[in-house]
């Protein structure tokens, strides 16, 4: 199963970015996904998750009321979108899928990856 992400760049501080994830069909309509992001000389940390069916989501505390994650089975498509960014949102952003519906926290609740994006933000 392939993951593609897309929408990095570099934003100053205070900016806003919107990342997308293209996954197949079967994706979409069977597992529950997330992002996860991963800074120089640091470990691989969740971001946002969300379930098969899009109705229940949840993120990181460092993130939470600025990044929202949703899902649109119309496009097999699933976004990050990241508002008010800090320069310590800095990082290679991953898109993952499990294969189960619910939620996950931690990257070993993962099956497929994609290549990653990078996001930098200026201060």
């Known amino acids: 199963e392939q993951l593609v992400e897309s929408g990095g760049g570099l934003v100053q501080a205070g900016g806003s970015l919107r990342l997308s994830c293209a996954a197949s069909?079967?994706?979409?309509?069977?597992?529950?996904m997330g992002w996860f992001r991963q800074a120089p000389g640091k470990e691989r940390e969740f971001v946002c998750t969300i379930t098969q069916s899009g109705y229940n989501t949840d993120c990181a505390a460092s993130v939470k009321g600025r990044f929202t994650i949703s899902r649109d089975s119309a496009q097999n498509t699933m976004y990050l979108q990241m508002n008010s960014l800090k320069p310590e949102d800095t990082a290679v952003y991953y898109c993952?899928?499990?294969?189960?519906?619910?939620?996950?926290?931690?990257?070993?609740?993962?099956?497929?990856w994609g290549q990653g994006t990078q996001v930098t933000v200026s201060s």
């Open positions: 069909e079967r994706i979409f309509s069977e597992y529950g």
């Open positions: 993952a899928s499990r294969t189960s519906v619910g939620v996950g926290y931690r990257p070993d609740q993962y099956t497929y």
